[in-house]
């Protein structure tokens, strides 16, 4: 069984920072991308950022460069680190990772989500 399992989502004030984290655990055999997408109230589900095996990245935010992506890959585990946080930031935010297990099956696997509000 595999599990992704993320943390550091809540509530934090306009200009404020927030890091959030998943890791990846059970029968895995080899991570190849992870990454992470949100999903605002009302909306659709949206791309923030993606982080390859060999640390290649893609931000939707990439001109202002407010959010950063990286990833342990000995650790199974990508991080967001969210910098000058804005109201229309307010989502919940799901982590992904595309993996194999140990019984080949390969395929892409989400997190449940942690909510981050940024609100005064």
């Known amino acids: 069984q595999v599990q992704l399992v993320e943390s550091g989502g809540g509530l934090v004030q306009p200009g404020g920072s927030l890091r959030l984290s998943c890791a990846a655990s059970?029968?895995?055999?080899?991570?190849?991308?992870m990454g992470w997408y949100r999903q605002p109230p009302g909306k659709e589900r949206e791309l923030v950022a993606t982080?390859?095996?060999?640390?290649?990245?893609n931000s939707a935010d990439a001109e202002t460069g407010r959010f950063t992506i990286s990833k342990d890959n000995a650790k199974n585990t990508v991080s967001l680190a969210m910098n000058s946080l804005k109201p229309e930031d307010t989502a919940v935010y799901y982590c992904?990772?595309?993996?194999?297990?140990?019984?080949?099956?390969?395929?892409?696997?989400w997190g449940q989500g942690t909510q981050v509000t940024v609100s005064s």
């Open positions: 059970g029968n895995i055999v080899m991570v190849d991308d």
């Open positions: 992904y990772a595309i993996l194999q297990r140990t019984d080949g099956y390969t395929g892409r696997y």
């Open positions: 982080i390859s095996s060999g640390g290649s990245t």
